[in-house]
């Protein structure tokens, strides 16, 4: 498994508005001031979290975004998800495998994935902050 820039900043733009809950909507200028992150990187994040219903936006002078939910409804694997599609360590557990009956490492990989993903989601967003 390899978390990528998407799924890490997703994370860091959730942990961001998660720590100011309640504090309205922040600018992502904001987030990316702090995070120390470019604007533009984090606009694909935040758009992805935006589709996935994770944050809501407004616009204008006092838009940003804000959690759609609070912080303990959000499990980092929900989160990573939402950045990177797949958090699968190798590809065939997403796309299937002509010989998956015949491969001896498929059992291997199945377990893994379900260490990580049984860790990630028993980590929430709250216990980031």
Same mark, same amino acid.
């Given at each position: 498994? =390899?978390?990528?820039? @998407?799924?890490?900043?997703? #994370? @860091? ?11 309205? =909507? ?13 604007? @533009? =990187? #984090? ?10 219903? /994770? ?5 204008? *002078?006092?838009? +940003?975004?804000?959690?759609? *939910?609070?912080?303990?409804? =959000? ?17 065939? #557990?997403?796309? +299937? ?11 291997? /990989? ?17 216990? #980031?902050?």
């Amino acid at each position: 498994m =390899y978390i990528t820039t @998407k799924g890490r900043n997703a #994370l @860091k733009i959730m942990i961001d508005l998660a720590q100011r809950e309640g504090e309205g =909507y922040i600018s992502l200028a904001d987030i990316a001031e702090r995070q120390k992150e470019s604007v @533009k =990187y #984090l606009e694909i994040s935040a758009a992805q979290l935006s589709s996935s219903g /994770f944050v809501v936006s407004a616009r204008g *002078k006092s838009g +940003g975004y804000k959690l759609a *939910k609070p912080a303990e409804e =959000y499990s980092v694997a929900d989160i990573l998800l939402a950045g990177e599609g797949s958090l699968a360590p190798v590809s065939c #557990l997403v796309t +299937g495998c002509e010989n998956a009956c015949n491969c001896m490492t498929l059992p291997l /990989f199945k377990e893994l994935d379900e260490v990580i993903m049984n860790f990630l989601n028993s980590k929430t967003l709250k216990d #980031l902050i």
